[in-house]
């Protein structure tokens, strides 16, 4: 029978106002793996992160606000990082801003120390599918405007050269092999001159 490789326990940086919690999570969390921040607020949200250089963020507050939700967003465009928030209440309906702020996962009321290290596994495997999902839609556009490009370049070459689709791409190709250069790169080169020479 195989064994399964368990993973490290990551380094978590909690981020809270409450001693209690702060208790709570350091009992939940392996000492050595966490890195417990207090009273921290939302303008010191990067500075904690830069510092403590963590695999995940758990936020635990009362309540978050707009302000928090803007910090957040700042900070995990700079840095993509899971982020798990649990709030005590959330009167104003925040759920959907902080997801759309970067936040992986959003708990209400449900701060119970057995069951942190599950939540922060699962958001971490969340962020993971989000992260593979998003890197994959970019690379479809960026072939997708790549095409777009090549496509407008093989155009040029059709209307100037009076060429084929055929004899265009080939001609395009032998190109790009001679100067050892992408497709792509070629094209907006040659979109580039074609606009400059009349």
Not at 130 to 153: D, G, M, P, V
Not at 158 to 187: C, G, H, I, S
Request: aromatic share 4%.
């Amino acid at each position: 029978m195989q064994e399964i490789s368990v993973p490290p326990p990551p380094k978590v940086l909690v981020i809270t106002s409450a001693q209690s919690v702060a208790a709570e999570l350091t009992a939940a969390l392996d000492s050595d793996d966490a890195v417990i921040v207090q009273d921290i607020g939302p303008d010191a949200l990067g500075r904690a992160l830069d510092q403590s250089q963590p695999d995940i963020v758990v936020i635990a507050l009362a309540l978050i606000d707009q302000r928090y939700l803007d910090a957040i967003s700042q900070v995990v465009k700079r840095l993509p990082i899971p982020v798990l928030v649990f709030v005590d209440a959330d009167p104003h309906r925040m759920a959907r801003q902080a997801i759309r702020a970067g936040v992986t996962s959003f708990v209400v009321d449900g701060l119970v120390s057995a069951r942190v290290p599950t939540l922060i596994e699962v958001t971490m495997e969340r962020f993971k599918l989000s992260e593979a999902l998003r890197n994959e839609l970019l690379k479809s556009q960026e072939e997708l405007a790549a095409r777009k490009i090549i496509e407008r370049a093989k155009g040029l070459l059709m209307d100037r050269k009076q060429l084929n689709e055929q004899e265009a791409y080939r001609t395009f190709r032998e190109l790009a092999m001679r100067q050892a250069k992408p497709l792509k790169e070629v094209a907006e080169a040659l979109i580039t001159y074609s606009e400059i020479l009349p």
